[in-house]
């Protein structure tokens, strides 16, 4: 006989089909008008293949408290030994070096359950403990939040609260794509996706012949079916292109002097910048047509139509992730400022659209489901990106947000569910750091890279094996997510995991407040329950709720951004220093950051192909189709996106001619940095310049050269904070050199497996 689940993870709503305790099946939502295919990979999740199937303890740190993470073997221990050397470990750390000295940054997409969400129940349970070191933003995005909530007082417009799609397939006339915007990435979302609406909203667009400008070096960043002009910016140069714009509207006397003088504030000192003023250089068509590579009569045409035509900017969220991201989120703002646009139907600036499912498609305004962190038991962080240099620097200042902090000296790393080996930049300087603490605690299902570099690993069950619920402030629907089969191995559900070391810390009853699993997600609801009630918007009582699986929420549609700003800036000020859009900022100027200006302004990246020595390409390092991240690596639906076992290098045909590589050879990328393998394919979608390597390959580095063999772009990008001010990861700003591989590239996943045997035998 087979059970139907309903369950959910990030790509979307489904029932899995079980019999006898083996998953046979999964079938989509059927009011999903767009289901993603990587729904069907879930059930490698109960495959043993690289799960961690009992507590382990690395042989080393067992016996004597030697370095070798990563090659070291590891030795089976009892869950309660596990539990006690964890705890014992938290209590020396806390003890003998403070509590800032346990870093418990935790960052990952393990589970979109908002219960058993591992680096929430990490941080509760160790607020509750004396507290931890934690972190600030994402990886995705820091950068753009930053500069936005110093610019406009708040990151709604980067979070999915910008205006809503159907308002734009209603509105807009121009619409400009900086970046993607693509249901590629919009499979996905954080907390799981409800119904996925991207595709639907972009095929109004076309069916309504609206004008679309994809600002890019790679086409299919827009669905081939979305027609478009298609712009092959210079990877990085986004900026110049914005301020180019603004200054031809600016010398064309079109600037709206009115909202100008109403909405901002420092408009004087950016359109001073645009003149030239300050630096004798004029921000015009010419000048941003040689930076960024855009003709200059297109430039041109582009500042008419955003002054005749109601015009929306999309800015995905890509291109911040890069040396100075705050700047082509700001000069996008203060375009859409000097256009008059924002506050307008279909017109403004807005951010991460198709970057996560629900962006501009579902505006949940009530309350999501979430397990409570607690109170902050001691204030110190650091930004997401910044571990590497945290690690190895301990004491040292760093700046963030106009503040000056200073690393604390971290002894003690717990990691839950989550990979680093994945998503953190220059992978091998962050090996060195990693050598530093004296513990290292990894809690995850799968035996990761992160997992083979730790002390101790602690086998979690997936949201396959337990109950939970999922939703989120950008999803149409709140999912019951059964248990459709019993725990892999000796795994555990996060909650049981922390609640046990709760126990052993002496704060169990505060941990699980007298509630176990059932009770816990019967309380959530009941509080998202209570919040959708008071906006006038029935849900279901639990039970039934639990039994057909989802409840609606309540929504907005029609959404304008900043329209009751526009209409009475006084009485609706914004959380900014003076309550308006800052175009000139006040607190930049006195920081002097030399990499965040007090105006919008155009830097050269450090690497970028303005600057790139003869045989040089810029790597775009993306999110691939099969996958979230490193989630379901080896998994059909990743699989399919690779040739001969690992990861596609694409690359324009020019590039690959000049460099003798033919389609499917392969290829060996490389910097100062690092190296890895690829498999090469030659596509005329790809810019000349430009290379791209999707994220998320599981690092497989070998031998004395550290060649990495699965294709993971991260040996090969930049360590460095997007700003003094922002600090966000800095992926998209590298390059790097390929060519053709000679050598023997072996099996990435054969030699994986065959390590990983090796290390847990």
């Given at each position: 006989?087979?059970?139907?689940?309903?369950?959910?993870?990030?790509?979307?709503?489904?029932?899995?089909?079980?019999?006898?305790?083996?998953?046979?099946?999964?079938?989509?939502?059927?009011?999903?008008?767009?289901?993603?295919?990587?729904?069907?990979?879930?059930?490698?999740?109960?495959?043993?293949?690289?799960?961690?199937?009992?507590?382990?303890?690395?042989?080393?740190?067992?016996?004597?408290?030697?370095?070798?993470?990563?090659?070291?073997?590891?030795?089976?221990?009892?869950?309660?030994?596990?539990?006690?050397?964890?705890?014992?470990?938290?209590?020396?750390?806390?003890?003998?070096?403070?509590?800032?000295?346990?870093?418990?940054?935790?960052?990952?997409?393990?589970?979109?359950?908002?219960?058993?969400?591992?680096?929430?129940?990490?941080?509760?349970?160790?607020?509750?403990?004396?507290?931890?070191?934690?972190?600030?933003?994402?990886?995705?995005?820091?950068?753009?939040?930053?500069?936005?909530?110093?610019?406009?007082?708040?990151?709604?417009?980067?979070?999915?609260?910008?205006?809503?799609?159907?308002?734009?397939?209603?509105?807009?006339?121009?619409?400009?794509?900086?970046?993607?915007?693509?249901?590629?990435?919009?499979?996905?979302?954080?907390?799981?996706?409800?119904?996925?609406?991207?595709?639907?909203?972009?095929?109004?667009?076309?069916?309504?012949?609206?004008?679309?400008?994809?600002?890019?070096?790679?086409?299919?960043?827009?669905?081939?079916?979305?027609?478009?002009?298609?712009?092959?910016?210079?990877?990085?140069?986004?900026?110049?292109?914005?301020?180019?714009?603004?200054?031809?509207?600016?010398?064309?006397?079109?600037?709206?002097?009115?909202?100008?003088?109403?909405?901002?504030?420092?408009?004087?000192?950016?359109?001073?910048?645009?003149?030239?003023?300050?630096?004798?250089?004029?921000?015009?068509?010419?000048?941003?047509?040689?930076?960024?590579?855009?003709?200059?009569?297109?430039?041109?045409?582009?500042?008419?139509?955003?002054?005749?035509?109601?015009?929306?900017?999309?800015?995905?969220?890509?291109?911040?992730?890069?040396?100075?991201?705050?700047?082509?989120?700001?000069?996008?703002?203060?375009?859409?400022?000097?256009?008059?646009?924002?506050?307008?139907?279909?017109?403004?600036?807005?951010?991460?659209?198709?970057?996560?499912?629900?962006?501009?498609?579902?505006?949940?305004?009530?309350?999501?489901?979430?397990?409570?962190?607690?109170?902050?038991?001691?204030?110190?962080?650091?930004?997401?990106?910044?571990?590497?240099?945290?690690?190895?620097?301990?004491?040292?200042?760093?700046?963030?947000?106009?503040?000056?902090?200073?690393?604390?000296?971290?002894?003690?790393?717990?990691?839950?569910?989550?990979?680093?080996?994945?998503?953190?930049?220059?992978?091998?300087r962050l090996e060195t750091a990693w050598a530093r603490p004296d513990t290292i605690v990894v809690q995850d299902p799968m035996f990761t890279a992160t997992a083979r570099r730790a002390d101790i690993v602690l086998p979690a069950s997936t949201s396959l094996e337990r109950n939970d619920l999922a939703g989120n402030k950008r999803s149409d629907l709140l999912v019951a997510m059964h248990k459709a089969i019993d725990p892999v191995g000796q795994a555990r559900s996060d909650f049981d995991i922390f609640n046990a070391l709760a126990g052993r810390l002496g704060v169990a009853a505060a941990f699980n407040e007298g509630r176990d699993e059932m009770g816990w997600l019967r309380h959530m609801y009941a509080d998202s329950r209570a919040a959708a009630a008071a906006l006038g918007h029935a849900m279901p009582e639990f039970e039934a709720f639990w039994e057909q699986g989802f409840a609606e929420v309540p929504l907005k549609h029609q959404h304008t951004y900043l329209a009751r700003f526009r209409a009475d800036p006084e009485g609706q000020p914004l959380a900014t220093e003076s309550g308006r859009i800052v175009l000139g900022s006040d607190t930049l100027a006195r920081l002097g950051h030399d990499d965040c200006p007090a105006v919008p302004s155009w830097l050269p990246p450090g690497e970028w192909l303005g600057a790139a020595e003869q045989g040089e390409l810029h790597l775009i390092s993306h999110q691939p189709n099969g996958r979230l991240h490193s989630q379901l690596e080896t998994a059909a639906a990743s699989r399919a996106d690779k040739r001969a076992g690992r990861e596609q290098a694409r690359l324009n045909p020019a590039e690959a001619a000049r460099r003798g590589i033919a389609d499917g050879q392969p290829v060996r990328l490389w910097n100062a940095r690092g190296a890895c393998l690829a498999t090469a394919t030659i596509c005329d979608k790809v810019a000349p310049g430009v290379v791209v390597l999707p994220t998320g390959a599981w690092f497989t580095p070998q031998g004395n050269s550290r060649l990495e063999i699965a294709g993971n772009p991260n040996v090969l990008t930049w360590d460095v904070g997007s700003s003094a001010f922002g600090q966000g990861c800095s992926a998209h700003t590298c390059l790097v050199r390929i060519d053709p591989w000679q050598g023997d590239a072996g099996d990435a996943m054969a030699a994986y497996d065959g390590e990983l045997a090796a290390l847990t035998a």
């Open positions: 006989m087979i059970r139907r689940v309903p369950h959910a993870s990030h790509w979307g709503c489904y029932t899995v089909l079980v019999q006898e305790d083996r998953i046979v099946g999964v079938e989509p939502l059927p009011q999903d008008p767009a289901p993603s295919p990587v729904i069907q990979s879930v059930m490698d999740w109960a495959r043993p293949d690289r799960r961690v199937l009992r507590p382990m303890v690395r042989r080393g740190w067992l016996e004597a408290r030697r370095d070798g993470r990563g090659s070291d073997s590891f030795a089976a221990v009892p869950w309660d030994e596990a539990l006690d050397m964890v705890a014992g470990e938290i209590t020396r750390v806390a003890r003998d070096h403070g509590n800032a000295s346990i870093f418990a940054g935790s960052y990952g997409w393990t589970s979109c359950g908002r219960f058993h969400h591992a680096p929430s129940l990490l941080k509760r349970m160790l607020n509750l403990a004396g507290g931890f070191t934690g972190h600030v933003d994402t990886y995705s995005i820091a950068a753009g939040p930053v500069i936005l909530k110093h610019v406009l007082g708040d990151d709604a417009a980067c979070g999915g609260y910008a205006n809503s799609l159907d308002s734009i397939v209603d509105h807009t006339e121009t619409l400009v794509v900086f970046g993607a915007l693509s249901p590629r990435t919009a499979q996905t979302e954080a907390g799981g996706a409800g119904t996925h609406g991207l595709e639907g909203h972009l095929r109004q667009i076309a069916d309504r012949g609206k004008r679309v400008i994809l600002v890019s070096p790679l086409r299919d960043d827009l669905p081939d079916w979305l027609p478009c002009d298609w712009w092959q910016i210079r990877p990085n140069t986004d900026t110049a292109l914005l301020l180019g714009v603004a200054g031809e509207i600016l010398a064309a006397g079109r600037a709206d002097a009115d909202f100008l003088a109403r909405c901002t504030s420092g408009a004087d000192q950016w359109l001073a910048y645009l003149r030239g003023d300050p630096d004798g250089v004029a921000k015009t068509a010419d000048w941003a047509a040689a930076i960024c590579g855009i003709p200059a009569d297109s430039i041109r045409a582009l500042a008419g139509l955003m002054t005749t035509t109601r015009t929306m900017m999309t800015l995905s969220w890509s291109l911040q992730r890069a040396r100075h991201g705050e700047q082509p989120y700001w000069a996008a703002l203060g375009l859409a400022a000097l256009a008059g646009q924002i506050g307008l139907p279909g017109g403004g600036v807005g951010y991460g659209y198709g970057s996560l499912g629900g962006m501009g498609v579902h505006l949940n305004i009530g309350k999501s489901p979430a397990i409570s962190q607690g109170a902050k038991a001691i204030d110190s962080f650091i930004p997401v990106a910044r571990i590497a240099d945290m690690l190895l620097n301990p004491g040292a200042e760093f700046t963030y947000s106009g503040e000056t902090r200073t690393y604390p000296d971290v002894r003690m790393v717990y990691w839950a569910g989550g990979n680093p080996y994945h998503h953190h930049q220059d992978l091998n």
